[in-house]
Nanobody, 119 residues
Framework: QVQLVESGGGLVQAGGSLRLSCAASGRTFSSYVMAWFRQAPGKEREFVARINWGNGNTYYADSVKGRFTISSDIAKNTVYLQMRSLKTEDTAVYYC????????????WGQGTQVTVSS
């Protein structure tokens, strides 16, 4: 059974940095896409970034491009989200998600980790 466990959230001042981790287990992920989503209070969940385990291709939401970096460590089955120049509007619960490259929808989700950016 696939399991995704996020960690690394916390409280940080605006302009600061945080690195989130997503440890994946339960299968081989070489043909999977891993992504980060976030949901702020009162708002819908939104896409943040994704990475293809197989070829390393990445894609970012415009709101985080140039500030966030998604990366993966295949040996550790872990995906990271390095967040820099954080803004108060980045405050949200951040979720790790996974899907096969053959599917459109993400079908595996972590429990989420809270990121709070103070002004």
């Amino acid at each position: 059974q696939v399991q995704l466990v996020e960690s690394g959230g916390g409280l940080v001042q605006a302009g600061g940095s945080l690195r989130l981790s997503c440890a994946a287990s339960g299968r081989t992920f070489s043909s999977y896409v891993m992504a980060w989503f976030r949901q702020a209070p009162g708002k819908e969940r939104e896409f943040v970034a994704r990475i293809n385990w197989g070829n390393g291709n990445t894609y970012y939401a415009d709101s985080v491009k140039g500030r966030f970096t998604i990366s993966s460590d295949i040996a550790k089955n872990t995906v990271y989200l390095q967040m820099r120049s954080l803004k108060t509007e980045d405050t949200a619960v951040y979720y790790c998600a996974a899907k096969s490259t053959y599917l459109q929808a993400y079908n595996y989700w972590g429990q989420g980790t809270q990121v709070t950016v103070s002004s």
